[in-house]
């Protein structure tokens, strides 16, 4: 499977009900070059990132705060936290607030 296939994807609870979406995915590169799958991004929406959450520079004010309340839900779910179907059907194995803010990784 490929991580895109993955992003949109709906993402139910351990009770089975529907908490969100995928909205990016977050991997690294082993030492031969290959990518791991480290976690996923989770909103309440489909909603884009911009990328400022992923470092300590924030960007414009303005842009900032849009970012900020685009993204005020917005959970990471480490692959232990998670399991995905061979059909990329993603369920986590904890509850939506165990969940980490983006901003928290």
């Known amino acids: 499977m490929k991580a895109s296939d993955l992003l949109a ?14 909205i990016d995915v977050r991997a ?16 309440r929406r489909p909603l884009r990132l911009f990328g400022y959450e992923r470092r300590a520079e ?14 005020r839900g917005t959970k990471f779910a480490n692959m232990d936290q998670l399991e995905i179907s061979e059909t990329g059907q993603v369920r986590l194995k ?12």
């Open 9 to 22: 994807s709906h993402v139910t609870g351990p009770g089975g009900d529907r908490v969100g979406v995928v």
């Open 28 to 43: 690294r590169i082993e030492d031969r070059g290959r990518l791991i799958l480290e976690g996923l991004v989770l909103g």
């Open 58 to 71: 924030r960007g414009p004010f303005l842009l900032e705060r849009f970012e900020s309340f685009l993204h």
């Open 94 to 105: 904890v509850g939506w607030d165990a969940l980490p803010h983006i901003t928290e990784i």
